[in-house]
């Protein structure tokens, strides 16, 4: 076929040698997949973003890490569940090598829950499997992630943020349980059982 379209002016290219044409339409071609691709990638996180309801947070508070035992929000009598006078919850917890403060955590089903969460120490990862809430406490901040338990169960709770040696033992309970069980407002909560 070369021969009987032999041009003095474009000589047979030797063999292996890609004309120029072909090698330009197949990079526009790899070009388009590739934009595709990216557009795909992207509407993934746009979609599981929006369907999730995860959403970056809202404020920056910062808190003094060396001293949360010692005074404000987070010292030790005011962790864990509290019910508000509106009926919705707050939960405080502190993430410290290598456990969460409480370890276990009683909240009502059905009721807006708001965690409010921060490190003594290094940053740690709060995550509830199959809920809206995933966040990284990173110390000095306080990480506020609001939710609504649609049904009763128990939750894991793993810090998913390497923080350690013992960082595969960092887990924690969230306890979902009926509404009536949490207690009137402004009492504090626990779990019957560690
Ligand atoms: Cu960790």
């Given at each position: 076929m070369?021969?009987?379209?032999s041009?003095?002016?474009?000589?047979?290219?030797?063999?292996?040698?890609?004309?120029e044409?072909v090698?330009?339409?197949?990079?526009k071609?790899?070009?388009?997949?590739?934009?595709?691709m990216?557009?795909?990638?992207l509407?993934v996180?746009v979609?599981?973003a929006?369907?999730?309801a995860?959403?970056?947070?809202?404020?920056?508070?910062v808190i003094?890490?060396?001293?949360?035992?010692?005074q404000?929000?987070?010292v030790?009598?005011?962790l864990?569940t509290a019910?508000?006078p509106?009926g919705?919850?707050?939960?405080?917890?502190?993430a410290e090598q290598?456990?969460f403060?409480?370890?276990?955590?009683?909240?009502?089903v059905?009721?807006?829950?708001?965690f409010r969460?921060t490190?003594?120490d290094?940053?740690h990862?709060f995550?509830?499997?199959?809920?809206n809430?995933?966040t990284m406490v990173v110390p000095?901040f306080?990480?506020e992630?609001?939710t609504?338990?649609?049904k009763?169960g128990?939750?894991?709770m793993?810090?998913?943020?390497?923080?350690g040696?013992g960082h595969?033992g960092?887990?924690a309970?969230?306890?979902?349980v009926p509404?009536?069980q949490?207690?009137?407002p402004?009492?504090?909560v626990?779990c019957a059982t560690?």
């Amino acid at each position: 076929m070369a021969e009987s379209t032999s041009n003095p002016l474009h000589p047979p290219l030797p063999d292996g040698i890609v004309p120029e044409e072909v090698v330009i339409r197949t990079e526009k071609r790899w070009l388009m997949i590739m934009l595709a691709m990216l557009a795909v990638m992207l509407a993934v996180i746009v979609v599981s973003a929006i369907m999730g309801a995860l959403h970056p947070a809202s404020n920056v508070e910062v808190i003094d890490p060396t001293t949360l035992h010692l005074q404000g929000e987070f010292v030790e009598s005011n962790l864990g569940t509290a019910v508000e006078p509106d009926g919705s919850v707050t939960v405080r917890i502190i993430a410290e090598q290598y456990e969460f403060v409480p370890r276990c955590l009683q909240v009502p089903v059905g009721t807006p829950v708001k965690f409010r969460i921060t490190s003594a120490d290094v940053i740690h990862g709060f995550l509830l499997p199959d809920t809206n809430v995933n966040t990284m406490v990173v110390p000095g901040f306080v990480a506020e992630v609001r939710t609504r338990f649609a049904k009763v169960g128990d939750y894991v709770m793993p810090c998913h943020e390497f923080c350690g040696l013992g960082h595969h033992g960092m887990w924690a309970h969230v306890r979902v349980v009926p509404r009536e069980q949490v207690g009137k407002p402004l009492e504090r909560v626990t779990c019957a059982t560690q």
